[in-house]
């Protein structure tokens, strides 16, 4: 899937976040954002996910604008510390997999995708009594039951140690090694050892800098 | 006594009634009510039932100015405001994105203050006791069926639609990449909540209704390892309750709603004691082998 953003303007209330950012990611693109909290990074993830509305600028899905976009099945999406779920009402894995696969996907193939991430043990287990490494490939799983086109992920390292971080990255190496479009979003400074191909950097002064790895291709100035 | 009581239930008409709406009522409840606690919505119930009680209160009201065609039965325009109510709880909800039980306190007080209101106005305050706390030894056979309706078309929406609502239900926010149309949902579901609790007025009442649905989940919650399990674990206790309770309000002769409630609520405190105390061994058996 294309992403084609155009001149993006966003604030909350008064308070500016983001100042005319533009940049195109093509099918296959391995985008990491970064910046310090509170540098627009989730405000922007909210704008392409159509969770915030955009008033100035324009966002495009393969040429077709994100008002009219309806196929958000294409996208699958991790939230940041998942934060919207309620994992406190007991729930195992193979439920919550199997109420979140409404295009039949069948259990062997949800099976399959636990075992690939190493948690095939978990699927009878309750979800609060997962610690937070398993819970985040989980949700990583729960995003690529649809066969997403596009993989975003908001701060995934944040709450899982070193070990289970470099199985992480390597996971998302494999996906984006099968054609999937990734977006990765981070405060640290340890995507520098990723096989990312753009990089956005977010400096929350408003100037963001768009580049393909190595070549700067547009500054977004206040 | 207690054989009196199971004899009484299958040879006494209206003892069969109780039966017949109380097992219903005691699947009803708690399946519904384990998505309202998903959501933390524990209050809604409660607030449907308020503004169901200003339709039934209106519809007291018409009957007594001698409009009687369409509101004879003061169930029906109890149902279309509960619907009212549940599309106001949504609407503030949504404006208070992150004070959601503010929509609550907004909707039950407006719900109050209309249905003090039109009762007043239709001079049948006598009536009131009933509707706020229910009777199920009292329902008709026209009830019975009409619970029967309810439950079935509930039964029907989760077969077909029960995936969903349970996915938006967990995690809203990400229901949309599931390819789910959220606001549908939201809408089904508490277009769906609204018309229950309406319906279960008559048999649990006002004030007790929302206790009916939260309270066996509460308890189910603590036994639970699975929804599946948790779901029916909160319907045992729910049935338990309503058993029981039967039995109490036949044999002692105190209102039934009260009676399932306080079992409801015995259960709850039974089972929580009981965990705290098997917890407690459990890390001392562990302190000791360690």
Excluded at chain 1, 10 to 36: C, E, P, Q
Excluded at chain 1, 155 to 169: G, H, L, M, R, V
Excluded at chain 2, 39 to 59: E, K, P, Q, W, Y
Excluded at chain 2, 198 to 218: C, D, R, T, W
Aim: contains cysteine; neutral net charge; proline residues 1%.
């Amino acid at each position: 899937m294309q992403i084609n953003i155009n001149n993006l303007s966003f604030a909350y209330g008064t308070k500016t976040i983001i100042s005319n950012l533009s940049l195109t990611l093509n099918s296959g693109d391995y985008l990491v954002i970064r910046g310090k909290n509170g540098s627009g990074k989730s405000t922007f993830i909210k704008c392409l996910l159509g969770v915030n509305q955009v008033k100035t600028g324009m966002i495009f899905f393969d040429k077709i604008d994100i008002n009219s976009f309806k196929t958000w099945t294409k996208f699958g999406y991790v939230s940041q510390s998942f934060d919207s779920f309620n994992y406190e009402f007991p729930i195992t894995v193979g439920e919550l997999l199997s109420i979140s696969s409404l295009k039949k996907t069948s259990e062997s193939e949800r099976l399959r995708l636990l075992e690939k991430m190493g948690i095939f043990e978990i699927v009878n287990q309750n979800i609060n009594s997962l610690s937070g490494g398993q819970l985040q490939r989980v949700f990583i799983v729960r995003a690529m039951l649809n066969n997403p086109e596009v993989l975003i992920l908001d701060e995934p390292t944040a709450s899982i140690d070193k070990q289970n971080k470099e199985f992480f990255y390597k996971t998302i190496e494999d996906l984006h090694q099968q054609g999937i479009t990734i977006i990765l979003i981070t405060h640290n400074d340890d995507f520098e050892s990723l096989n990312y191909t753009h990089l956005l950097s977010m400096y929350g002064d408003l100037t963001t800098s768009f580049e393909e790895r190595g070549v700067e291709l547009s500054e977004g100035v206040l | 006594m207690f054989l009196t009581f199971i004899t009484d239930l299958f040879q006494q008409d209206f003892m069969l009634r109780a039966l017949i709406a109380g097992v219903l009522l005691g699947v009803l409840a708690p399946l519904l009510g384990t998505f309202v606690v998903v959501r933390r919505l524990s209050f809604i119930a409660d607030t449907l039932g308020h503004f169901s009680l200003v339709g039934i209160s209106v519809s007291l009201f018409l009957t007594s100015l001698g409009v009687t065609i369409f509101f004879e039965k003061p169930l029906y325009l109890g149902i279309v405001f509960s619907i009212v109510g549940g599309l106001l709880i949504e609407f503030f909800r949504r404006s208070y994105n992150n004070f959601q039980e503010i929509s609550m306190v907004i909707v039950i007080s407006l719900g109050a203050a209309l249905s003090a209101i039109f009762f007043s106005l239709s001079k049948k305050t006598g009536s009131l006791y009933n509707y706020l706390f229910g009777s199920i030894l009292t329902v008709t056979d026209y009830y019975v069926v009409l619970i029967l309706i309810t439950a079935i078309i509930v039964a029907l929406l989760f077969i077909f639609f029960g995936k969903q609502i349970l996915a938006v239900s967990f995690d809203e926010s990400s229901a949309k990449f599931l390819g789910i149309n959220v606001n549908i949902f939201q809408f089904v579901f508490i277009i769906m909540l609204s018309v229950v609790v309406s319906v279960l007025l008559e048999a649990a009442g006002v004030l007790l209704i929302s206790s009916m649905m939260v309270i066996p989940v509460a308890a189910g919650m603590k036994l639970g390892w699975s929804y599946r399990s948790t779901l029916i674990i909160s319907i045992v206790f729910s049935e338990l309750s309503v058993f029981f309770g039967l039995w109490a309000a036949y044999t002692i002769n105190i209102p039934s709603g009260a009676a399932i409630v306080s079992i409801n609520i015995f259960i709850l405190l039974f089972i929580t004691v009981i965990k705290k105390i098997v917890t407690k061994r459990r890390i001392a058996k562990l302190d000791k082998i360690q």
